[in-house]
């Protein structure tokens, strides 16, 4: 007896294949039209014919014709959205070498879910010297002193240091940019305090710009740019919402700090 | 600040600002130098422009402009996603200062100033589109035959 559960036919595991890697692209920053192109190219590659895809920023939809001429259809819903474009291009080299038939479908499939469990190199607690080594380049940048840049440095990691502890009770995402940006805001303004000549004003810009949305930016107009104007509309939404979230996370700091000194900064 | 300070600030801070920023978003490792070396180009650029007496927007949208062409050619060399070294041409040059003096006027009750302020992070980040936008699609022009056009 079979077992439809374990044992899948050649065609079933070549539409996972498509899925996976459609969902690894959206799940991870990749713009949806690429995610479209390389399902269509992987499809091509692994000799399905009239390979169609469409995908919106929470789905991906891939239809192509059976072995019986009749159309298969998938739907896939996307829910998770994180930042990892070494999934990305993974997947895309995977595209590649399907499209060149140097990659079955099996052996894309294998690699694909490799791809999914791979962990990003700065994840967690190796996050924070990233976000130090961004805040401190912006923070010189800007015109900065040592000081500026040093302090910048460790506000950003604390701030990313938060957004990991929020991810790990799957609170990441608007709320992270919210906290993110009045701790940005508030921390050098209590610094004032101790150190009056502080750059207050430098220190903020520099610590938040590991929070900016640069990627879902580019993402916005790469999408729109190829005619996809939902996803890129969603994307510049996004975009734009992160970036006024961040913002007024900061006019809450300044707000609570003029409470606190009467007005005076 | 002397010119070369200026100068010097604009190349290492950029290049250090964006490698970390990349860090961040996971961009494969192979892709840090050159992500850096974009970023420095681009805002070299835009800083390029302003010293000559272009105006702000006018100086964002070439260095985005720039930015972006220098990103697509590295990304077809490397066979790396286009994405990685876009996102880091623009990086630099997001107005994430702007954004927070518009807030921080709001929250004086400075409106004026703050509706000002806001005007001139919305205006810089959409020369940053137009910039992008323009960049790929000279790039899509100059290689629309092209095989290596795969996924870029």
């Known amino acids: ?265 | 600040m002397p010119l070369w300070e200026e100068i010097l600030r604009a190349v290492v801070g950029s290049f250090f600002g964006t490698v970390g920023f990349a860090m961040l978003v996971h961009v494969p490792k192979r892709a840090w130098l050159a992500s850096g070396v974009i970023a420095s180009f681009s805002y070299l650029v835009y800083w390029g422009c302003l010293h000559i007496g272009f105006s702000d927007p006018t100086s964002i949208f070439l260095g985005a402009f720039f930015g972006s062409l220098a990103g697509l050619l590295c990304a077809r060399r490397m066979k790396i996603i286009g994405t990685v070294f876009l996102m880091s041409a623009v990086v630099p040059v997001v107005p994430g200062l702007g954004l927070y003096r518009m807030m921080a006027f709001l929250a004086q009750n400075r409106i004026g100033e703050g509706a000002d302020m806001g005007i001139r992070a919305m205006i810089t980040i959409a020369m940053i589109a137009l910039g992008l936008g323009a960049g790929g699609m000279i790039d899509k022009m100059l290689h629309a035959h092209s095989l290596r056009n795969h996924h870029i």
């Open chain 1, 1 to 265: 007896m079979t077992n439809h559960f374990t044992e899948q036919t050649p065609e079933a595991s070549c539409m996972e294949a498509l899925q996976t890697a459609g969902r690894i692209i959206m799940e991870n920053g990749g713009e949806t039209y690429r995610a479209e192109e390389t399902v269509n190219r992987m499809g091509t590659g692994l000799g399905l014919e009239n390979v169609e895809s469409f995908a919106v920023p929470s789905g991906l939809f891939i239809s192509y014709r059976g072995e019986d001429g009749n159309p298969v259809t998938s739907v896939k819903r996307v829910r998770r959205l994180g930042r990892n474009l070494t999934r990305v291009d993974e997947v895309n080299q995977v595209s590649r070498k399907v499209f060149t038939g140097e990659m079955n479908c099996a052996a894309a499939l294998a690699r694909l879910r490799e791809i999914d469990a791979m962990p990003g190199a700065f994840r967690g607690i190796w996050s924070l010297p990233a976000a130090f080594l961004c805040a401190c380049g912006f923070t010189a940048l800007f015109g900065g002193g040592w000081l500026a840049i040093a302090i910048a440095g460790v506000v950003a990691a604390l701030v990313q240091g938060m957004e990991t502890l929020l991810d790990r009770f799957r609170n990441r995402g608007l709320t992270a940019s919210v906290v993110g940006g009045f701790v940005t805001a508030l921390l050098p303004h209590l610094l004032v305090f101790v150190i009056p000549d502080l750059q207050v004003e430098l220190i903020i810009a520099g610590a938040i710009m590991p929070l900016v949305p640069g990627l879902a930016m580019t993402t916005a107009v790469q999408d729109t740019m190829r005619g996809d104007m939902v996803s890129g509309l969603s994307h510049g939404a996004q975009a734009i919402l992160t970036a006024f979230l961040i913002a007024g996370g900061a006019l809450l700091a300044v707000a609570v700090i003029r409470q606190i000194t009467g007005g005076a900064i």
